[in-house]
């Protein structure tokens, strides 16, 4: 064993500590085996337990002050084994393996021995030219794999299913990438995924973990990004995983009132070096063996202020940690996209670490979800008085590098759902929902959609059931999915709507100001000075001669209208309109609608 390594691993220098901990095929003695290796620092003493010992303990060896070690022969793949901890009070625990590599399906717990060294990857060309895609279009579609879609008896899909069927729907549809709900494995399907168990372990629940690299490998033969939610600020307090591991308090503070977060889970201590280079190599471990191309780190402001209130004060050691794992990160791979889900106001996240930021590449933007959806909740005479719902985003856009999400956590525990939120009677609220993607899509920044909203779905999410796949059946729903459809594809089309999403001169308000009307406009422009026009009449009212300041004389051409027939507007469209005194177009704009223009070339 190496010495130097366990020494890095302990100092909070190391982000492959799964190359030493865990369980490994090896060859010892001149016998084929495996190494099993676990910290436990309190241990009176571990024993190393499974199927093929009948569960009886073998002793292992303290090769080191508090890491333990034995190797076994003869171990056969699928083996379940976990480890028994006598602790210093003489009270004996069974554990799991934090660095196991595959899990059993819930409600068992044990770890599984198995190798994922053998999956031969096919998306070289796509690991060759990924990049953290700034000047790319990028729509992100979230999804839970486990209610996406079901069997008629209600067994979730496999990881082969999901890809057999997701892989179409993603190309059909628009999207540049798959964000996963935390796969990481954990024991209540109620938890979404997010009170964890086993930090190096794809839930078992959809398959195996060849099963899950095999997805992601066709994902990205498919061009599809794909993105793992991640869970670094606490994990589950079920007592045969990481809590209380040893006896002690391995991975959370000894201080009780620090041990706790508002989930009823337990924080991770981060003034522990070992506890750094635990989730540092778990990130790591993601990104190398399941080659994920983005991170997307859950509840960020928990490791910002102590539980996520500024009030409490920073959480100097979670900030550490956050700059620690995002600088390594970084230098070893470059181009992996790290996203933080950050509701606070802390400054400088998306800044590089050298520069005193966080080093996140993106951010996601809640006050311009917020401000947006509690504008068009409003009725239309009211929202003349909270026009600046709709111009705020802009002044502070450019101070990070923000991404447009509209995610799970907006439509469960009685928030409604996207298109429930807004106002009006139900064909009001279509016209609006068209209005809101229109203006998503056209604002500076990358999109992030939950699963269903494409579907303009009325029902909250429920993670024991599949999306509401019957709405197509209905000619108003289909209607929005087309239009959602088309709206991915000008949004990938139109270099103007991507190219410079970060660069403040390629922003321009036309119609900033205008809260009589309830209508704003801009526009967008893309490296080669090629300019698009939007507008939107986010009013109950017609305004048949609305004259939109552009840059030059000429023709223009509508490329999407949000209350064109086709998507059940009205049909009052501009096919193709001529300026007219001087460098303005007249333009008939219906109420809740939206529309998109370029200077005919």
């Keep these: 064993m190496n010495n ?26 001149e016998q084929s085996g495996v190494r099993f290796t676990v910290y436990a620092p309190n241990a009176k003493s571990v024993s190393l337990i499974g199927t093929f010992n009948d569960w009886n303990g073998w002793q292992m060896e303290q090769i080191q002050t508090g890491i333990w070690s034995i190797f076994a022969k003869d171990i056969c793949e699928g083996a379940l084994y976990k480890y028994q901890i006598t602790t210093q009070q003489n009270k004996i625990y069974d554990r799991i393996d934090p660095f196991a590599f595959f899990s059993e399906v819930r409600p068992n717990t044990a770890s599984i021995v198995y190798s994922i060294e053998n999956h031969i990857w096919n998306d070289h060309h796509w690991i060759d030219k990924r990049s953290k895609s700034f000047d790319k279009p990028v729509s992100i579609y979230e999804i839970h794999a486990g209610s996406w879609k079901k069997h008629q008896d209600g067994q979730f899909y496999t990881y082969t299913e999901l890809a057999q069927q997701l892989i179409p729907y993603l190309k059909e549809h628009g999207f540049t990438h798959l964000e996963l709900l935390p796969l990481t494995e954990h024991p209540l399907d ?31 033969q498919a061009e599809i990004g794909v993105i793992l939610d991640f869970v670094p600020a606490h994990f589950v307090t079920d007592f045969y995983a990481l809590h209380q591991f040893d006896g002690g308090y391995v991975y959370e503070s000894e201080i009780e009132q620090q041990r706790f977060s508002e989930w009823k889970t337990a924080l991770f201590d981060f003034t522990k070096p070992y506890v750094l280079s635990f989730l540092k190599s778990a990130l790591h471990f993601w990104i190398h063996y399941y080659h994920f191309d983005g991170i997307r780190f859950d509840a960020v402001a928990n490791l910002i202020y102590h539980n996520g209130r500024p009030e409490n004060g920073f959480y100097e050691a979670g900030i550490w940690f956050l700059k620690n794992v995002n600088y390594t990160l970084q230098q070893e791979c470059p181009q992996v996209m790290f996203i933080a889900e950050d509701s606070s106001s802390y400054l400088k996240v998306t800044a ?13 933007n809640l006050g311009w979800m917020h401000d947006i959806l509690q504008y068009l909740s409003l009725p239309p005479q009211q929202r003349h008085a909270h026009h600046r719902l709709l111009t705020l985003s802009i002044e502070y856009f450019y101070q990070e590098v923000y991404l447009l999400p ?24 279509f016209h609006q929902l068209r209005c809101l993607y229109l203006y998503m899509f056209t604002h500076p920044g990358k999109k992030l959609n939950f699963m269903g909203n494409e579907l ?57 100001n205008n809260s009589r009307q309830s209508i704003i406009a801009y526009s967008r422009q ?8 939007a507008v939107f009449n986010f009013s109950n009212h017609f305004y048949p001669n609305y004259l939109l300041r552009v840059n030059q004389a000429g023709i223009y051409q509508e490329i999407l209208n949000t209350d064109d027939i086709r998507w059940g507007g009205s049909g009052v469209i501009h096919p193709t309109i001529s300026s007219c005194c001087g460098c303005e177009i007249p333009l008939a704009l219906s109420p809740y609608s939206g529309c998109l223009l370029t200077l005919q070339s």
């Design 4 to 29: 130097s390594s366990f020494h890095q691993i302990l100092h909070g220098l190391s982000f492959d500590a799964y190359q030493l901990f865990g369980a490994h095929f090896s060859k010892e003695y």
């Design 190 to 220: 109620a938890s979404w995924g997010y009170q964890t168990t086993g930090y190096f372990s794809p839930t078992s629940r959809y398959g195996s973990p060849r099963q899950l690299m095999e997805m992601i490998d066709l994902l990205h």
């Design 352 to 364: 590089p670490v050298v520069y005193g930021g966080l080093g996140f590449d993106y951010k996601w």
């Design 406 to 429: 509209f995610s799970h956590d907006e439509v469960v525990h009685g928030k409604k759902t996207i298109i429930d939120k807004l106002y009006g009677n139900y064909q009001e609220k």
């Design 456 to 512: 303009a779905e009325f029902q909250e999410w429920n993670v024991d059931k599949q999306l509401g796949w019957n709405l197509l059946d209905y000619p108003a729903h289909q209607a929005f999915l087309q239009f959602f459809t088309e709206l991915q594809s000008i949004y990938q089309q139109q270099t103007a709507l991507f190219s410079y999403d970060y660069h403040p001169e390629a922003f321009c308000w036309i119609d900033a």
């Design 526 to 533: 893309d490296f080669q000075g090629h300019i698009i026009y």
